[in-house]
Protein backbone atom coordinates (compact mmCIF):
# COMPACT_ATOMS: atom_id res chain seq x y z
CA UNK A 1 0.00 0.00 0.00
CA UNK A 2 2.07 3.17 -1.26
CA UNK A 3 1.48 6.08 1.73
CA UNK A 4 -0.63 9.13 1.08
CA UNK A 5 1.43 12.16 2.12
CA UNK A 6 -0.95 14.82 2.68
CA UNK A 7 -3.33 12.89 4.92
CA UNK A 8 -0.02 11.89 6.92
CA UNK A 9 0.98 15.18 7.16
CA UNK A 10 -2.87 16.17 8.18
CA UNK A 11 -2.81 13.18 10.70
CA UNK A 12 0.22 14.53 12.30
CA UNK A 13 -0.90 18.55 12.28
CA UNK A 14 -4.08 17.56 13.83
CA UNK A 15 -2.74 14.47 16.30
CA UNK A 16 -0.20 17.59 17.77
CA UNK A 17 -4.06 19.66 18.06
CA UNK A 18 -2.37 22.90 15.31
CA UNK A 19 -4.98 25.57 14.54
CA UNK A 20 -5.17 25.17 10.65
CA UNK A 21 -5.28 28.81 10.39
CA UNK A 22 -2.32 29.52 12.35
CA UNK A 23 -0.45 26.87 10.66
CA UNK A 24 -1.32 28.34 7.41
CA UNK A 25 -0.40 31.62 8.52
CA UNK A 26 3.33 30.57 9.60
CA UNK A 27 3.69 28.57 6.61
CA UNK A 28 2.68 31.90 4.56
CA UNK A 29 -0.17 30.04 2.94
CA UNK A 30 -3.68 30.67 2.85
CA UNK A 31 -5.54 27.49 4.41
CA UNK A 32 -7.04 26.42 1.31
CA UNK A 33 -3.29 25.87 -0.04
CA UNK A 34 -3.33 23.75 3.15
CA UNK A 35 -5.49 21.71 2.73
CA UNK A 36 -4.85 21.05 -0.77
CA UNK A 37 -1.53 19.70 0.62
CA UNK A 38 -3.41 17.92 2.51
CA UNK A 39 -5.31 15.80 -0.47
CA UNK A 40 -1.61 15.62 -2.52
CA UNK A 41 -0.66 11.88 -2.37
CA UNK A 42 2.53 12.99 -3.50
CA UNK A 43 3.25 16.03 -1.55
CA UNK A 44 7.48 17.29 -2.02
CA UNK A 45 9.63 17.19 0.29
CA UNK A 46 10.06 20.88 0.87
CA UNK A 47 6.83 21.08 1.62
CA UNK A 48 6.76 18.61 4.47
CA UNK A 49 10.42 19.95 5.59
CA UNK A 50 8.59 23.17 5.86
CA UNK A 51 5.25 22.23 7.85
CA UNK A 52 8.17 20.27 9.98
CA UNK A 53 10.11 22.89 10.78
CA UNK A 54 7.22 24.95 11.38
CA UNK A 55 4.91 22.61 14.23
CA UNK A 56 8.77 21.35 15.61
CA UNK A 57 8.07 17.56 14.28
CA UNK A 58 10.64 15.08 12.79
CA UNK A 59 9.07 13.70 9.77
CA UNK A 60 11.69 11.37 9.16
CA UNK A 61 9.67 9.03 10.89
CA UNK A 62 7.19 9.12 8.79
CA UNK A 63 9.19 9.48 5.75
CA UNK A 64 12.74 7.54 6.02
CA UNK A 65 12.88 7.45 2.78
CA UNK A 66 12.82 10.81 2.14
CA UNK A 67 14.37 12.48 5.31
CA UNK A 68 16.82 11.04 7.81
CA UNK A 69 17.42 12.20 11.61
CA UNK A 70 19.84 14.60 10.71
CA UNK A 71 17.26 16.45 8.93
CA UNK A 72 15.35 17.86 11.50
CA UNK A 73 18.29 17.54 14.50
CA UNK A 74 18.19 21.88 14.36
CA UNK A 75 14.78 21.37 15.40
CA UNK A 76 14.82 19.02 17.96
CA UNK A 77 18.32 21.46 18.78
CA UNK A 78 15.95 24.40 19.05
CA UNK A 79 13.26 22.88 21.19
CA UNK A 80 15.89 22.47 23.89
CA UNK A 81 17.64 25.67 23.81
CA UNK A 82 14.10 27.05 24.05
CA UNK A 83 13.71 24.58 26.99
CA UNK A 84 17.43 25.64 28.60
CA UNK A 85 16.18 29.17 28.24
CA UNK A 86 12.64 28.88 29.67
CA UNK A 87 14.65 26.87 32.95
CA UNK A 88 17.00 29.75 33.07
CA UNK A 89 14.37 32.61 32.72
CA UNK A 90 12.44 30.78 35.54
CA UNK A 91 16.13 30.59 37.83
CA UNK A 92 16.05 34.54 37.24
CA UNK A 93 12.60 34.65 38.51
CA UNK A 94 13.06 32.65 41.59
CA UNK A 95 16.17 34.36 42.39
CA UNK A 96 14.43 37.85 41.91
CA UNK A 97 11.19 36.77 44.00
CA UNK A 98 14.01 35.55 46.62
CA UNK A 99 15.74 39.33 46.72
CA UNK A 100 12.85 41.27 46.74
CA UNK A 101 11.85 38.77 49.61
CA UNK A 102 14.71 39.39 51.56
CA UNK A 103 14.73 42.65 51.03
CA UNK A 104 11.55 43.10 52.58
CA UNK A 105 12.51 41.68 55.33
CA UNK A 106 15.53 43.29 55.80
CA UNK A 107 13.52 46.58 55.46
CA UNK A 108 10.89 45.32 58.60
CA UNK A 109 13.87 44.38 60.57
CA UNK A 110 15.38 47.55 59.79
CA UNK A 111 11.82 49.26 60.57
CA UNK A 112 11.41 47.65 64.02
CA UNK A 113 14.83 48.14 64.84
CA UNK A 114 14.48 51.80 64.35
CA UNK A 115 11.42 52.09 66.37
CA UNK A 116 13.23 50.51 69.43
CA UNK A 117 16.07 52.89 69.43
CA UNK A 118 13.40 55.66 69.15
CA UNK A 119 12.02 54.39 72.03
CA UNK A 120 14.84 53.96 74.10
CA UNK A 121 16.56 57.25 72.89
CA UNK A 122 13.49 58.67 74.45
Known amino acids: MEKHYGQIIEYVIRKKGY ?10 I ?7 WFNQKDLS ?32 QRYADNILVS ?10 EKYLRLLEEYDTAVLITDKK ?6
Open 30 to 36: NRRSLYN
Open 19 to 28: NISDLARSLD
Open 117 to 122: WLVTAK
Open 87 to 96: TTQQQLTDWK
Open 45 to 76: AAHIFKIGNVIRHDFSVEFPDMFTKDDFKFIN
